[in-house]
């Protein structure tokens, strides 16, 4: 892996399987550091395409190695509207598929934000004042859009935006229609954490793999700070990594 500085960011370049190994290590050392402590760690956890290599990792180091998640207390950043937890493309079910299945997490430490409510604002609420409770976020996992969202904090979210339900952009609808048969099969809606809930993390990494993130990797990078692009908000966090493999580092 090497580093690599981009504008004012320092950037970790590398293989794949070298990046998620890096990822685990900061895992790994956060969920010791707290168990010695007698503490839970808390995790800010993405689902998509982008951590599930990352995930194969935590779940090795599970099965062969021993680390435990006994500790864990995790948020996840957002969840689809109406898709209630038994639907398989729910991020609910998607978590356990991916990772929480296959380590020892207890449920009652797991969150997701709740995909069906009959008061949005006031789920919302609740779900900011439950990381809160936890302590805040030591460790935030994120993804990027191709139009440069975090969590589904599309273009025009604001710095302070906080835990809401949110409509999705048709580029992000476009994204998951393969996932879900068609664009008219993707829900229109959807609860995600805000912006100023992500900057509130202790530390933040940002993960993208694969050609088509390069050119918004590098406008979250090194382009103007703003709403245009919501993951460029991190450029101002003062724990923040990037993580890419040579196609989204363009190199
Ligand atoms: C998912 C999430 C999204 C994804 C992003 C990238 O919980 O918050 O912001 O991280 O859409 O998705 P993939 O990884 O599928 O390219």
Redesign the pocket.
């Known amino acids: 892996m090497k580093k690599v500085q981009i504008g004012s960011q320092e950037v970790q370049v590398g293989e794949v399987d070298e990046l998620c190994r890096v990822l685990a290590d900061e895992v790994e050392s956060l969920l010791v550091a707290r168990a010695e402590q007698g503490k839970c760690a808390v995790l800010g956890?993405?689902?998509?395409?982008?951590?599930?290599p990352f995930y194969d990792e935590l779940i090795r180091r599970h099965r062969e190695e021993g680390l435990s998640f006994a500790n864990v207390i995790s948020f996840?950043?957002?969840e689809y509207e109406g898709l209630g937890r038994d639907h398989e493309r729910s991020?609910w079910c998607e978590m356990w598929r991916n990772l929480f299945d296959h380590v020892d997490v207890k449920q009652e430490n797991v969150s997701v934000p709740p995909s069906v409510s009959d008061d949005p604002d006031r789920a919302a609420a609740k779900y900011e004042a439950a990381i809160q409770a936890a302590g805040g976020i030591d460790w935030q996992l994120?993804?990027?859009?191709?139009e440069g969202?975090?969590?589904?904090?599309e273009k025009g979210s604001s710095l302070n935006s906080r835990t809401r339900r949110v409509t999705l952009a048709r580029k992000?609808i476009i994204?998951?229609a393969p996932s879900f048969g068609g664009e008219e099969n993707v829900p229109t809606h959807a609860i995600?954490m805000g912006v100023a809930s992500i900057l509130e993390a202790e530390r933040v990494v940002l993960?993208?793999?694969?050609a088509?993130?390069k050119e918004i990797v590098h406008r979250a990078i090194c382009g103007e700070v703003g709403p245009e692009v919501p993951a460029s908000f991190l450029q101002n966090h003062i724990n923040v990594g990037w993580f890419l493999d040579g196609d989204a580092a363009g190199s």
Request: aromatic share 6%; hydrophobic share 35%.
């Open positions: 956890l993405a689902t998509g395409s982008t951590p599930l996840n950043l957002d991020y994120l993804g990027i859009g191709g969202h975090i969590g589904f904090n992000t994204d998951a995600t993960m993208a793999r694969g088509s993130k």
